[in-house]
């Protein structure tokens, strides 16, 4: 259970965003608020309230800071202009919700256990379950980043962000995971799973391990970003020049001993560090292509499972194949119930998932965020979702070559592969919060800010050569 000081952390939110947002610009105050919650604030500790979700460190820190920006900073937040674009998909999100309750009112009787159908209050729960776990922070990153210089105060402040949290991975890696135990005085998660490859695997104030190694991902990926592109970390410690700072991050990724994080960091690192711009949009457009169609795969057997773990395996590990395997397995039992409600899925509260006919309980374990939007949702949720997830994307993918610096460039293209790899981690895991949506966001207002930016200098430069000129004349 929760100790005191958890709670009091959670009560104390809206003040904490009231306080930043009076303190500082409404950009480094979402900043500190998302990636200061998702970094320290407690796990399993949320507010229950009717006919909504729980609000926890993944949601409510997200939504505190839009409603306090949206009666401090009301026009900032409007130059995202949601009505227009990508957010306006939510509105179909939440229409899917409709058809969501209207089609799962049956109950469903597992021998002694009995899953109620969907009533119109469960509606209204599915409606703001989809606005307040991704608008906030979404819009937040769509309205807040628009520059350049924007883009560089984010990526300075991932680098910030991962050296002072690898402070605490090297405690948890000597002293075992403990941190979250000691000060809000629980695990938040089986501790038989922080035990890896002959050590600890840390989570430090996360849910998992797993995202512990993603959020180092990104934060090493930023650093990379900034040191091909010539830009000043800007850090108190000297030691910390660009060079180095991708060296130790990327020391810390090696220690956080996750297998899809070391594969990640594999593949984005030397395709940032050495890869030629349109490399890295291929790539970017290769993840993004298989986000979209791996369900499709999926759901007519089109993909070589077997081989797949076979593979595995031989050429990495007989446990990695395994876990793998019992994923595979879980996920085709969930589709094969997923294809009788295709249109708008099964609804929450575990409908969509396999139960023992005789005990009544559970009997599917599902990671993916994927299978879990499309069971519950159908394809009318899953889409609306992760269209407006992919399409900053494939904006983006457009908008790089369009841009004249090649620095520029670099930076754009940074930001899209990380948003890409958020996206493709959807696939075998769950990673989303609210920094990393906010991310996709950032790419949704610098793409086009970018462009925006360059017409305006080139028009600026005009105007100047055109003075000159007439100055010239004059003479």
């Not at 009231?18 to 950009?27: D, M």
């Not at 990495?316 to 996920?331: M, Q, Y």
């Not at 369009?402 to 890409?420: N, P, Y």
């Not at 989303?432 to 950032?442: D, I, N, P, R």
């Amino acid at each position: 259970m929760p100790n005191l000081l958890a709670w009091l952390v959670m009560i104390s939110t809206p003040v904490v965003a009231w306080v930043l947002a009076s303190r500082y610009r409404p950009r480094r105050a979402v900043l500190l608020l998302l990636f200061g919650a998702s970094m320290f604030w407690p796990n399993r500790t949320s507010f229950d309230l009717p006919m909504s979700p729980n609000l926890d460190k993944e949601l409510f820190p997200a939504f505190c800071m839009l409603i306090v920006l949206a009666i401090k900073a009301g026009p900032v937040l409007a130059r995202a202009q949601a009505h227009r674009s990508y957010e306006r998909l939510l509105v179909i999100a939440a229409l899917g919700a409709i058809g969501t309750v209207v089609t799962n009112t049956d109950d469903l009787v597992y021998g002694p256990n009995r899953l109620l159908g969907l009533k119109i209050n469960d509606l209204v729960y599915y409606v703001i379950e989809v606005w307040i776990r991704w608008l906030p922070p979404f819009l937040l990153g769509h309205a807040l980043f628009r520059r350049r210089a924007d883009l560089e105060d984010l990526f300075r402040f991932m680098v910030g962000c991962g050296l002072v949290y690898s402070l605490f991975i090297l405690v948890e890696i000597r002293l075992s995971p403990q941190l979250h135990n000691w000060i809000y005085g629980f695990h938040q998660h089986y501790f038989m799973q922080s035990i890896r490859m002959g050590g600890y695997r840390p989570i430090v104030f996360m849910r998992h391990g797993l995202n512990v190694a993603f959020f180092i991902v990104m934060c090493l990926l930023a650093a990379t970003a900034l040191y091909k592109a010539n830009v000043r970390l800007r850090l108190p410690v000297p030691f910390f020049t660009p060079k180095r700072t991708v060296i130790y991050l990327a020391i810390i990724l090696a220690i956080c001993k996750s297998t899809g994080a070391y594969f990640y960091g594999i593949l984005a690192l030397p395709l940032l560090l050495f890869g030629p711009i349109a490399l890295q949009r291929a790539f970017a457009t290769a993840l993004i292509v298989v986000v979209m169609i791996y369900p499709i795969l999926r759901s007519v057997e089109a993909i070589p499972v077997d081989d797949i773990l076979d593979w595995i395996r031989i050429n990495v590990a007989k446990e990695r194949a395994a876990s793998l395997g019992f994923r595979f397995h879980n996920e085709a039992e969930i589709l094969e119930n997923t294809r009788e409600r295709i249109w708008f899925g099964w609804g929450y509260n575990a409908r969509p998932f396999e139960h023992d006919i005789y005990s009544g309980e559970m009997t599917t374990v599902v990671d993916g965020a994927w299978i879990i939007e499309l069971s519950a949702h159908g394809i009318v949720g899953f889409l609306s979702l992760f269209l407006m997830l992919v399409l900053p994307i494939v904006q983006a993918v457009r908008a790089i070559p369009k841009l004249q610096r090649k620095s520029d460039r670099q930076l754009l293209s940074a930001l899209t592969v990380m948003c890409a790899i958020y996206m493709i981690e959807w696939i075998p895991n769950s990673p989303a919060s609210a920094e990393l949506t906010m991310l996709v966001g950032a790419l949704a207002g610098v793409a086009p800010g970018m462009l925006r930016e360059q017409r305006a200098r080139r028009r600026a430069e005009r105007r100047e050569a055109r003075r000159r000129e007439a100055r010239a004349g004059r003479r």
